[in-house]
């Protein structure tokens, strides 16, 4: 949980159930994709095997505490959109380590987890910040 | 509210989505900026393969940005309408950008010569004229794609680690079913092996980098597995 990295999420839905996100760094048009992440609903969290939800979090904290937020939507409509989102699972992917400077993108990917309570967010990131997502899950690469 | 028989043989399982979200994301469509998603500005469509297992093979729809003139990153998808599902994320480097990364790196990326020289990869409803200057990049570059929701093999949920797919080469144990071929064909009307007559003038990279496409030298195919590792915690928790 010592790498913490902003993350812009741009989010479709494939139904009311499920979403599809793509991960950029900034907000702009020279953003870099660094990764990807599908939320679900309690409901389908619930039918994964028990080997794949380790790879999937839990939504409440971020939006409970405010480091999770929508850009631009006024206050009223944003708790709506939270209200749901507050009660969703994740699974997020990063390809591409921003955080420790890489210009491309190396290496395997990472599963990434999200905050789960306070006294995990480094202070000096709470500022202007969509959402924090510390990293504790690594994939390894067999030949 | 249970969901109904339908709901649940869906790919995801799941309610139509309601008026109330179609409403909210009305709503954050006019507010928000979405900067980042409208700097896509072609739709390819090509055939990739699992690397561990290159009988499994895909057809992708590729949302490409171009970030400057060696470098694009693509989302990917599995079909080009509006149900399409995000099945992952490749990034595409010119052969410059290439021949500069370390060989344990190169490893995981694939060339692009022969699936845009034989017709493969194609930008649907793009005069193959207009479409010629990209191609002649693209046909130089190399890629790396990562598959995070295997919708082939049915299933309805992304479950999994991710995979590190592959590009389709001459070789025989890679070749890209017909019948995959032909169902795109037919989608979009038009012929693969006529557009590979025509493009007969396209030049992959001047040299292939023989650490691409790792599996053709090697004989070895990779998988992604997952490890459990030790958390480094910021903080004790009591």
Same mark, same amino acid.
């Given at each position: 949980m010592t790498r913490q990295v902003e993350a812009h999420h741009y989010c479709g839905h494939l139904n009311e159930d499920m979403r599809q996100c793509l991960i950029y760094?900034?907000?702009?048009? =020279?953003?870099?994709?660094i990764g990807l992440e599908y939320i679900v609903t309690e409901e389908l969290f619930l039918t994964l095997p028990d080997t794949e939800k380790p790879m999937w979090h839990s939504h409440e904290y971020e939006v409970k505490s405010g480091v999770l937020f929508l850009p631009g939507v006024p206050g009223p409509v944003e708790r709506k959109d939270l209200e749901k989102v507050a009660k969703t699972y994740g699974k997020t992917i990063h390809f591409?380590?921003?955080?420790?400077? =890489?210009e491309l993108p190396l290496g395997l990917p990472q599963v990434m987890m999200a905050l789960?309570? =306070?006294?995990?967010?480094?202070p000096s990131l709470a500022?202007?910040?969509v959402s924090f997502i510390p990293t504790i899950g690594v994939f390894v690469i067999r030949f | 509210m249970a969901s109904t028989n339908a709901e649940k043989k869906g790919v995801p399982p799941g309610k139509p989505v309601s008026l109330g979200s179609q409403m909210l994301d009305k709503g954050a469509q006019m507010l928000q900026s979405l900067t980042p998603i409208k700097q896509m500005s072609q739709h390819a469509c090509t055939f990739a393969l699992y690397?561990?297992?290159?009988?499994r093979q895909i057809e992708t729809h590729h949302f490409v940005t171009r970030i400057n003139q060696d470098f694009l990153q693509c989302a990917v998808?599995?079909?080009?309408?509006?149900?399409? *599902?995000?099945i992952g994320v490749e990034y595409i480097v010119s052969d410059r950008i290439f021949d500069t990364l370390p060989p344990d790196e190169q490893k995981l990326w694939h060339s692009h010569a022969y699936e845009i020289q034989s017709g493969l990869l194609v930008h649907p409803r793009v005069p193959e004229k207009v479409a010629m200057p990209e191609l002649e990049n693209l046909a130089k570059s190399y890629g790396k794609f990562w598959c995070t929701?295997?919708?082939? *093999?049915?299933?309805?949920l992304p479950i999994g680690p991710p995979s590190l797919m592959m590009s389709p080469q001459e070789d025989i144990q890679c070749m890209v079913k017909p019948e995959l071929v032909k169902k795109r064909d037919d989608k979009y009307n038009i012929s693969t092996n006529a557009i590979c007559g025509s493009r007969t003038e396209l030049m992959g990279p001047g040299r292939l980098n023989?650490?691409?496409?790792?599996? *053709?030298?090697?004989n070895k195919c990779l998988a992604v597995d997952v490890e459990n590792t030790e958390m480094k915690k910021l903080t004790v928790f009591p």
């Open positions: 760094d900034r907000p702009d048009a =020279d953003a870099r994709l591409w380590q921003v955080d420790r400077g =890489d789960t309570r =306070d006294g995990q967010l480094y500022k202007g910040i | 690397s561990q297992d290159m009988s998808y599995d079909s080009d309408d509006s149900s399409g *599902r995000l929701w295997q919708t082939d *093999r049915g299933d309805k023989p650490m691409a496409d790792y599996w *053709r030298e090697h």
